[in-house]
């Protein structure tokens, strides 16, 4: 998929469309972190002895694989007020920044 390098957008700290600049932003660990169900795990598989429920992964999570693509996050930038926010995108095999 090809971004433009400048793209004309909504800006929510001017509160108008303005000319933008966009970046593709590093990678980074969607989530947010553990979740309930992980900080739970983790608590109980701290200790020894046999972990029950914990003890074997779910059937679901033994026939997973990774996903083919990945979702980009663009970095956009405001040229009038310098405001800088996270966009995301959707999935793509490839994503590059169209230089026109």
Same mark, same amino acid.
């Given at each position: $998929?090809? #971004?433009?390098?400048?793209? *004309? ?8 469309h ?10 980074r660990q %969607? @989530? @947010? !972190?553990? =979740?309930? @169900? =992980?900080?739970?795990?983790? %608590?109980?598989?701290? *200790?020894? !002895?046999?972990h !029950?429920r914990?003890? +074997?992964r779910?059937?679901?999570?033994r026939? $997973?694989? =990774?996903?083919t693509?990945?979702? #980009?996050?663009l ?6 007020? !310098?405001?800088?926010?996270? +966009? =995301?995108?959707? %999935?793509? *095999? *490839?994503?590059?920044?169209? %230089? #026109?």
């Amino acid at each position: $998929m090809k #971004v433009p390098a400048k793209m *004309r957008t909504f800006c929510p700290n001017c509160n108008k469309h303005t000319t933008q600049d966009v970046k593709i932003e590093k990678p980074r660990q %969607r @989530g @947010g !972190g553990m =979740s309930q @169900g =992980s900080r739970r795990m983790a %608590r109980w598989t701290s *200790r020894i !002895g046999n972990h !029950g429920r914990y003890s +074997r992964r779910p059937i679901a999570a033994r026939n $997973m694989t =990774s996903k083919t693509t990945k979702k #980009v996050d663009l970095r956009i930038t405001c040229s009038e007020c !310098g405001k800088k926010w996270i +966009r =995301s995108r959707p %999935r793509a *095999r *490839r994503t590059e920044i169209a %230089r #026109v």
